[in-house]
């Protein structure tokens, strides 16, 4: 099965990616997954700090323009492609309307609620991804899926305590 054909799999890497860095081998994942982590840090917090000072749903459109403008400079400016296939313009239509709602239900959030109940609620999108993934995408179900599902569900109990 082609990366084009299977979501799961990544499109430029057949296996595990590896990154030369000073020598040391690293999956670059790991060191994207840690990008991802700090600029979502920072977002939750400019965008609770804008959503208390002008309306949640316009600091949230003024968030998403910024971040289109930012990625479409990128793309432009580096050597990212440009080719579309109907496939992934939809899948990319979708993934918008998602993060839509997704940074509307934060930004409303974190102005009639805590940021840290908010922000940990919402970082276990990933538990929402791993139940898509196996029951839509045909992913393997494993222990550790199961366990860090149930591990997440757990957190979420225990920071509304």
Known sequence: MSPESDPTEPRN???KAVL??????MNPAILFGVGTMLAWGFWITFGNVASNSIDPEMAAFVSYLTATV??????VFSDASVAVT???LLYSAVAGVAAA???LS???GVTVGSTAVVSTIGGMYFVTAAVIS???LGEPLSIQKVAGIGLALVAIVVINQ
């Open 13 to 15: 890497s057949p296996g």
């Open 20 to 25: 030369d860095v000073e020598g040391s081998r």
């Open 70 to 75: 930012v990625t479409g400079v990128y793309v």
């Open 86 to 88: 109907n496939r992934g």
């Open 101 to 103: 709602l997704g940074v």
């Open 106 to 108: 934060t930004f409303i």
């Open 134 to 136: 196996v029951a839509a």
